[in-house]
């Protein structure tokens, strides 16, 4: 099946704020049946929302945070998290987002959210590892 538009659009984008590595393993791992769903998020999340004008990526990953957590999809959360951080969305500003949603969505939603982030955050350094002292 020849590609759209739209799918190389989105797959230009999902690759600069996923990674690569990330977006192309989905692919390769995907069969006829799986196929249907990484066309879809690759041309209509992508392709057609991620590549609009009107907002910056920076505001389409804090908004993503916001959702993840008041959807409380941690795994999701997590890969939007590491993509946040590449759109220059900042630690303190991941927090006060992760706060923001926490008093709206509520608390168990909001644990969920904070513990994925916490621990993407950690894995990509930008906070520091496990017993070693946070910079005040």
């Avoid at 923001?100 to 950690?122: D, M, N, Q, S």
Wanted: glycine residues 8%; charged residues 25%; negative net charge.
């Amino acid at each position: 099946m020849a590609e759209s538009e739209l799918f190389r659009k989105g797959l230009e984008a999902r690759r600069e704020v996923l990674g690569a590595d990330y977006v192309d393993g989905s692919l390769a791992r995907a069969d006829d049946f799986m196929m249907a769903f990484q066309r879809m998020t690759t041309e209509m999340c992508w392709g057609y929302a991620w590549t609009r004008e009107g907002l910056d990526r920076k505001t389409r990953s804090m908004l993503n945070l916001a959702m993840l957590t008041a959807l409380s999809k941690p795994a999701e959360l997590k890969l939007h998290v590491k993509g946040a951080l590449t759109n220059g969305v900042t630690v303190d500003e991941i927090r006060e987002i992760l706060v923001h949603a926490t008093v709206y969505c509520g608390i168990p939603a909001g644990l969920e959210a904070f513990k994925a982030a916490h621990e993407v955050l950690r894995a990509e350094g930008a906070l520091p590892a496990a017993g070693t002292p946070e910079k005040a």
